[in-house]
Nanobody, 125 residues
């Protein structure tokens, strides 16, 4: 069974940093776009960042531009999200996702087929 497993969540104070990682159970994800989404209590799941299969193209939500960076190692099924200067509004469950429909850095969750179980990020003021 294909799985995505996130790690690296936790609790930090405002201005702190965290690094999330996502590992896929199969190498098929090497050719898939991958993304990070988040969902805060009572809110819709939203895109945070996406990266193309090659790693050459990325997209970010306006709210995280300049603070977050998505990356992947070419030839692997691992994707990371470096989160700096965290704010309380970044508090959410963060999900890794992979798209079998496109290799581009898609930002719509409708493109994504595989999802991880989520990892909690809490930022206190």
């Amino acid at each position: 069974q294909v799985r995505l497993v996130e790690s690296g969540g936790g609790s930090v104070q405002t201005g702190g940093s965290l690094r999330l990682s996502c590992a896929a159970s199969e190498r098929i994800f090497d050719s898939y776009a991958m993304g990070w989404f988040r969902q805060a209590p009572g809110k819709e799941r939203e895109i945070v960042a996406a990266i193309s299969w090659s790693g050459d193209s990325t997209n970010y939500a306006d709210s995280v531009k300049g603070r977050f960076a998505i990356s992947r190692v070419s030839g692997t099924s691992t994707v990371s999200l470096q989160m700096n200067n965290l704010k309380p509004e970044d508090t959410a469950v963060y999900y890794c996702a992979a798209s079998e429909f496109t290799g581009t850095a898609a930002t719509s969750k409708g493109f994504y087929t595989y999802w991880g179980q989520g990892t909690h990020v809490t930022v206190s003021s």
